[in-house]
């Protein structure tokens, strides 16, 4: 494939955006090569600016869980866009997505909307703390819960990518209170409990991790986090930027059966558009200004059109009882047409898959955790990223990241992509 446009326009990014992008992952630095331009995208392709299509299997890393430019959504925000687009003074539809969302998800009762979901997982930290009037927090290594100072200690996704998992710009002041953890080792985390008695706010976890790959909780993690929060008195934040309204209507708490204090949203709770959001029980969420004293604010926080999009999305998972079950079967057909090839052609690797979440290591340990994650092979993930691109078929441009399976890829658009895997590694 030619990507002679993408390359100029890359060239004359670069001179006035840093690295030619708004976000780092997308600048090919770990797989080499330059990015492709987008030009638009319907269901589950991409039409660049060279005049390729592409299947797209990171779907804008998550929220187009029914393919792009999907028509309730886009029909929404025209409609409300033409009755303008911010006012910084409440809308009903703030209301009525709340209420979808605390029908969705157990164990909520109130619902704050940000922008992304950096500022979710910021602000319910900074909630954590107020409510429980300690400073500490745990999160565990390979973990991302967006780009705030706290969690930038041993960062997943384009922090690792990028070499730069604890970032200059952090202060040691920062960083002193975040504590760090080894995913699905609870004697990690029983340890830094003991060690700083009533000192910790909160654990932060994705409960399924999808910032080092997919990586799922190994039986009694979750359970057991739960358990060691209970007694001191720590709130256990589910991190479900990723995970939200993709594992289940509620997320990995329905999936597994494990209650979290805070919930985090982002993704496809927007329906693409920027919206994050933080959710708990009445207790908590009281403690947020007006109503408590822990302050968090934002101008275009319920903004209308992405209140829109995201009531259109939400409302169309919530009425289709189908739609996990046909992206999990979907995953997982993949998954086996992706392990014949691989094992066929001899390559050393190990995929991990949680419903429609799936990512593939080039490894043969098993992955649990970031050191596993890091074992994997650079060069064949490289190997598969460029022969897959040239085919038409466009991945993750890094082994850190999971590939987001949408509902509108057909079992046309698998077969080619399991094909194109063959031609790969023939
Ligand atoms: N950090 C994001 C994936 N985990 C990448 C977001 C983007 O480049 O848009």
């Known amino acids: 494939m030619i990507y002679k446009r993408s390359s100029t326009l890359f060239t004359e990014a670069e001179k006035v955006i840093p690295g030619g992008v708004n976000s780092p992952v997308r600048a090919f630095k770990a797989v080499g090569g330059t990015p492709i331009y987008v030009k638009e995208a319907k269901g589950a392709y991409l039409f660049d600016e060279d005049g390729n299509v592409l299947i797209d299997y990171i779907n804008s890393w998550g929220p187009m869980i029914l393919g792009h430019a999907y028509q309730p959504v886009v029909d929404a925000v025209v409609e409300k866009a033409q009755k303008g687009t911010s006012f910084g003074m409440p809308t009903e539809i703030e209301t009525k997505i709340a209420e979808l969302v605390v029908s969705m998800v157990p164990n909520i009762d109130k619902i704050r909307f940000v922008n992304s979901g950096t500022e979710a997982c910021m602000s319910a930290v900074r909630l954590a703390r107020g409510f429980t009037g300690k400073d500490k927090i745990i999160k565990f290594a390979g973990c991302y819960h967006g780009h705030s100072d706290s969690f930038l200690i041993q960062a997943g996704s384009g922090a690792v990518t990028f070499g730069s998992p604890n970032s200059p710009g952090v202060t040691a002041g920062t960083a002193k209170d975040t504590l760090l953890a080894n995913y699905n080792d609870l004697a990690s985390v029983e340890a830094l409990v003991a060690a700083n008695k009533n000192e910790i706010a909160s654990i932060i976890i994705e409960p399924v991790a999808g910032n080092m790959g997919c990586i799922p909780p190994i039986n009694g993690f979750l359970e057991g986090l739960r358990k060691l929060c209970d007694e001191p008195s720590i ?139 890091a074992k994997g092979n650079n060069e064949t993930f490289k190997t598969i990223f460029h022969g897959m691109l040239n085919q038409g078929i466009y991945i993750a441009p890094s082994a850190f990241e999971t590939w987001f399976i949408t509902d509108a890829l057909t079992y046309k658009d698998l077969d080619a992509t399991i094909a194109a895997c063959i031609t790969v590694f023939k």
Do not use: W
């Open 235 to 373: 709130l256990l934040i589910f991190d479900e930027v990723m995970t939200g309204f993709r594992l289940a209507k509620g997320g990995v708490q329905e999936l597994f059966g494990v209650n979290a204090d805070i919930v985090c949203f982002g993704k496809v709770i927007g329906g693409g558009l920027p919206v994050g959001a933080f959710a708990a029980r009445n207790e908590i969420m009281n403690h947020l200004a007006p109503l408590g004293p822990v302050y968090q604010a934002g101008t275009l926080s319920g903004n209308p059109l992405a209140m829109a999009a995201g009531f259109a999305m939400l409302t169309a998972l919530n009425t289709d009882e189908n739609v996990f079950k046909r992206l999990a079967e979907k995953t997982e057909y993949l998954h086996k047409g992706l392990t014949k090839v691989l094992t066929d052609n001899n390559i050393i690797h190990t995929i991990n898959r949680v419903g429609s979440m799936i990512s593939v290591h080039f490894d043969d340990t098993k992955v649990v955790d970031f050191e596993t994650a």
